[in-house]
Nanobody, 124 residues
Framework: QLKFVESGGGLVQPGRSLRLTCATP????????IGWFRQAPGKGREWVAC?????????DMEDSAKGRFTISRDREKNAVYLDIDGLKPEDTGLYYC????????????????WGQGTQVTVSS
């Protein structure tokens, strides 16, 4: 069973940037699409972005994330990144990465493997 580990979260001031990393110590298989989800305090988990298994140039992104969020993959490092620029307090939440053996989906129930999450807190 694949294990995923998220890192890169922390307490940051509004306007700053962060890079979140999703890594698999045991190595990815190239057939997995990787999605990022966010769970804000007191809310359910929501989809943010996904990178397709078959092409690192094919991504999906939630509308509100476009322009400030970037998802990318480094296959040599077995890692997927979520870069967030111009952080806002509403970006605060627990960020998860998840994998599915198919095309990207916005439905969290379609993902098979999950990490434990990394906390991002945006506050001055």
């Amino acid at each position: 069973q694949l294990k995923f580990v998220e890192s890169g979260g922390g307490l940051v001031q509004p306007g700053r940037s962060l890079r979140l990393t999703c890594a698999t110590p045991d190595g990815f298989t190239l057939n997995y699409s990787i999605g990022w989800f966010r769970q804000a305090p007191g809310k359910g988990r929501e989809w943010v972005a996904c990178i397709q298994y078959h092409s690192d140039n094919v991504i999906d992104m939630e509308d509100s994330a476009k322009g400030r969020f970037t998802i990318s993959r480094d296959r040599e490092k077995n890692a997927v990144y979520l870069d967030i620029d111009g952080l806002k307090p509403e970006d605060t939440g627990l960020y998860y990465c998840a994998a599915r053996l198919a095309m990207c989906s916005t439905d969290e129930d379609q993902y098979t493997y999950w990490g434990q999450g990394t906390q991002v807190t945006v506050s001055s």
